[in-house]
């Protein structure tokens, strides 16, 4: 189960969440976030992972010239598109850098023309980013997009496993679930949520496909 601890503000918060078993970093660069960070403190926290840490830049309707010049000078390997960005600008920003992840609100219809986006990964999540709650996850059960899916909004350690049986998705993000207040990972909780994520997925991953339910996609060991 690929785990992606989003929200990371400090180089303590990022090294804990990798040692503790996180695929991948997320760091927010929207200054309508109580989790912004600026390039320089990235830049500097990037330096000191391991070089197989996916890490992502996570940007809100910003221009599409600042997204790739801001993935490429901090040495990010992903960027996630989470405003209203056009399939075009999507595409473009993606043959700019290595990977994208494009972000949806539950239910909303540009989910349907996912792939005209290009991205790796759909992020979807409650009509609320960052507000730690949860929506109907059989909202998300039967989209054609799965095996390609992170779920995210309102997961914690107590509800990430059963979320993970019940939506099978390719992975998870969380960012609220796992602090002691805005920005800062509580270290329990880090620990916690991902032992549960990966028992879960591990679950999930040796139960029987078909192919109407698709086995992980697994792009960022290919």
């Known amino acids: 189960m690929f785990v992606k601890v989003c929200g990371i503000t400090n180089e303590d918060d990022a090294l804990l969440a990798v040692a503790m078993g996180a695929d991948a970093l997320g760091f927010i660069f929207s200054v309508e976030s109580k989790r912004n960070v600026s390039v320089r403190t990235v830049r500097d926290i990037v330096s000191r992972l ?21 993935v490429h000078d901090v040495g990010l390997r992903a960027a996630q598109l989470h405003g209203v960005e056009s399939c075009e600008d999507s595409r473009w920003i993606r043959s700019m850098v290595p990977m994208t992840i494009k972000a949806f609100v539950i239910g909303e219809p540009a989910m349907n ?11 979807v999540e409650g009509a609320k980013p960052g507000s730690g709650k949860v929506f109907d996850w059989s909202l998300a059960q039967n989209l054609p997009v799965r095996n390609r899916l992170l779920l995210a909004g309102g997961l914690d350690p107590d509800n990430v496993g059963d979320a993970i049986r019940r939506v099978r998705p390719f992975g998870v993000d969380v960012a609220t679930g796992i602090e002691s207040e805005p ?12 032992k549960a994520a990966k028992a879960a997925g591990d679950e999930v991953r040796q139960s029987s496909y078909t192919a109407e339910d698709p086995p992980p996609f697994d792009w960022w060991n290919e």
């Open 183 to 194: 920005g800062q990972k509580d270290a329990r909780k880090v620990t916690a949520f991902i």
């Open 50 to 70: 391991p070089t197989d840490v996916i890490t992502v830049g996570v940007f809100r309707n910003e221009s599409r010239q600042k997204v790739v010049d801001t």
């Open 113 to 123: 023309d996912f792939d005209d986006y290009g991205a790796e990964l759909a992020l």
